[in-house]
Every structure is written in C-alpha cells, then in structure tokens.
C-alpha cells in the first residue's frame, strides 16, 4: 500500500485545530454517541466470562489525539491511560487542558509523542490497547507488525479494541488529502490474522449520520 505517506499525513494534522471538532473533522457533536456505545460494546466483554474476565487497570490510546477517547471512555472503564499520538501540539492541548484534571490526579500515565508505525510499548503493561480512526494511516505490512508489537504489550488476558471506518464497496480507498486509506472488513481482518490475532467480539456502531463510512469495532487477542 505505497499511496500513504507518513509525511503527507503528518503535514495534514499539523494544519487540523487541536479540539474535538478539529478530530472528528467537523463531527464533534458524534462524540458522546461513539464513546458511549465503545463503554457497552468493552464492558459488556470485560464483565461477562470468556474464559477469563479483563482487568480494568491499564488502558492504551493509539492515535490519541487530543485525548477524547480516553477522556470520554477509556477513563470512564480503566484506572489509567497512556496516550500514543505523534502530534505533539495535540498531546500539548490533552496534558495542559482538554486532560488536565485527568493527569494532575494521576490517572494519565505516559504521553507518547510518535506514530503507530514506530511505537513500541512496555511489556505487558496493558490490559486493553485501543485504536479508533487512526489505523486508515499505517500501510498493510506497518499495521500488522503494529499488532505484533501490541500483542508483547498486553497483560495476561489482555486484549487489542479496534474501531475503524470500513469500505463497504469491496475496496481499499485512498484519501490523498491526509493520505489515509479506508479498507473493507475482509482486508483489515486479513491483517488481524497475519498477526496472528483472533477475533473475539465484532459489532457495528449505529446511530451515525447517513453518508458516513459504516463502523466496525473489534475485540482481538
């Protein structure tokens, strides 16, 4: 998958305003029912036996951005957040404002100033690492050595959620603006299982504005 750039991308959300519309480009208003609907869709697996139940300590937030996931879910489910974004004017908004309350009463651990395609986290710290909307950016083979390195960073009985626009036509589509692509279900599970994850648990949000990418979440391990 050669069309995305790292460059290109990374000179794209340079330019974007660090806040939540400037996330969600212009769809902040969506934020309470995405957050809300990833707290039923995790907790309903962390509270219901699948062999062994999650550990609500230690979650990771890939492609943080300002914080708003963590802010508005991972937080309200886990004791405690690392955030993984390589913007680092939107780790400066999430540590001095938008997570300031969050940081001073110690429930943010680490700020990881880098891309998903070079971060490489602490062995097994974590019991959940989450990615939403942000995996359209590393190519086929970046996100699958991505999940690798993932796998190393979980808990015993930890497990990887992934949240992502998907392609209903069949096909991989290129975005040139922030040089993002958008795969069909079939081609992001094909990296899930390259990695060697299996899937857990999938689901669809529902309730988004007619026009938008269909949403898929995912529970791997």
């Given at each position: 998958?050669?069309?995305?750039?790292?460059?290109?991308?990374?000179?794209?959300?340079?330019?974007?305003?660090?806040?939540?519309?400037?996330?969600?480009?212009?769809?902040?208003?969506?934020?309470?029912?995405?957050?809300?609907?990833s707290?039923?869709?995790?907790?309903?697996?962390?509270?219901?036996?699948?062999?062994?139940?999650?550990?609500?300590?230690?979650?990771?937030?890939?492609?943080?951005?300002?914080?708003?996931?963590?802010?508005?879910?991972?937080?309200?489910?886990?004791?405690?957040?690392?955030?993984?974004?390589?913007?680092?004017?939107?780790?400066?908004?999430?540590?001095?404002?938008?997570?300031?309350?969050?940081?001073?009463?110690?429930?943010?651990?680490?700020?990881?100033?880098?891309?998903?395609?070079?971060?490489?986290?602490?062995?097994?710290?974590?019991?959940?690492?989450?990615?939403?909307?942000?995996?359209?950016?590393?190519?086929?083979?970046?996100l699958?050595?991505?999940?690798?390195?993932?796998?190393?960073?979980?808990?015993?009985?930890?497990?990887?959620?992934?949240?992502?626009?998907?392609?209903?036509?069949?096909?991989?589509?290129?975005?040139?603006?922030?040089?993002?692509?958008?795969?069909?279900?079939?081609?992001?599970?094909?990296?899930?299982?390259?990695?060697?994850?299996?899937?857990?648990?999938?689901?669809?949000?529902?309730?988004?504005?007619?026009?938008?990418?269909?949403?898929?979440?995912?529970?791997?391990?």
């Amino acid at each position: 998958m050669d069309q995305i750039s790292y460059e290109k991308a990374a000179n794209y959300w340079n330019k974007i305003d660090a806040s939540v519309e400037g996330m969600l480009g212009g769809f902040g208003s969506l934020t309470d029912l995405d957050c809300a609907t990833s707290i039923r869709f995790i907790t309903e697996y962390a509270t219901t036996p699948h062999g062994s139940s999650l550990s609500l300590d230690y979650a990771c937030d890939c492609g943080a951005g300002i914080g708003r996931v963590s802010k508005h879910f991972l937080l309200n489910v886990f004791k405690k957040v690392d955030l993984v974004e390589q913007n680092p004017l939107f780790l400066k908004e999430a540590e001095e404002s938008y997570l300031k309350d969050e940081v001073l009463s110690g429930r943010v651990g680490q700020f990881f100033p880098v891309g998903l395609q070079d971060f490489v986290a602490v062995d097994q710290r974590y019991d959940l690492i989450w990615s939403q909307w942000v995996l359209g950016h590393l190519t086929d083979d970046d996100l699958v050595a991505f999940f690798i390195r993932c796998k190393s960073s979980l808990k015993p009985n930890g497990i990887i959620g992934v949240k992502e626009n998907i392609c209903a036509r069949g096909v991989v589509e290129l975005d040139d603006q922030d040089s993002s692509v958008t795969r069909p279900a079939k081609v992001l599970e094909a990296c899930f299982e390259r990695a060697g994850l299996t899937i857990l648990k999938k689901s669809v949000q529902t309730g988004f504005p007619k026009g938008l990418y269909p949403v898929n979440m995912y529970i791997l391990q």
